[in-house]
């Protein structure tokens, strides 16, 4: 166990951030909706703009589910002990590194090796 990190503050930013993603599921969900396309009730631009506004939506839904799975993973790297390790090369993350964002899974050397491929 690491101890140039504060596990526990981190394991409840997290636990707080996967709450604050599903209470605003809902909101996402309803954003995404099928768009009304009744030529009689609403103009061409402005179905286009919620035709947009849908697309938004599904895309900051995917962000958003992609974000609850990488938390998840991060919860369950702490209940294993492997917490705080790159999952490439198995070096430790740097602690700010971690306080940014607590379910980084690369040190900084990994992640710009990745960004250069």
Same mark, same amino acid.
């Given at each position: 166990? +690491?101890?140039d990190i504060?596990i526990?503050?981190?394991?409840?930013?997290l636990?707080?951030?996967?709450r604050?993603?599903?209470?605003?599921?809902?909101?996402?969900?309803?954003?995404g909706?099928?768009?009304?396309?009744?030529?009689?009730r609403t103009?061409?631009?402005?179905?286009?703009?919620?035709?947009q506004?849908?697309?938004?939506?599904h895309?900051?839904e995917?962000?958003a589910?992609d974000?609850?799975?990488r938390i998840q993973?991060a919860?369950? +790297?702490?209940?294993?002990?492997?917490?705080?390790?790159?999952l490439?090369?198995?070096d430790?993350?740097?602690?700010?590194?971690?306080?940014?964002?607590?379910?980084?899974t690369?040190?900084?050397?990994?992640?710009?090796?990745?960004?250069?491929?």
């Amino acid at each position: 166990m +690491r101890d140039d990190i504060d596990i526990e503050a981190l394991r409840q930013r997290l636990l707080d951030r996967a709450r604050e993603l599903e209470a605003m599921a809902e909101t996402r969900r309803q954003a995404g909706r099928t768009v009304e396309l009744d030529q009689s009730r609403t103009g061409r631009l402005s179905r286009m703009d919620a035709m947009q506004a849908q697309a938004m939506a599904h895309a900051g839904e995917a962000r958003a589910q992609d974000e609850y799975r990488r938390i998840q993973a991060a919860l369950k +790297r702490i209940d294993s002990g492997d917490y705080g390790d790159c999952l490439d090369c198995g070096d430790p993350i740097g602690a700010g590194r971690l306080n940014f964002d607590p379910a980084i899974t690369l040190c900084l050397a990994c992640a710009e090796q990745r960004e250069q491929r």
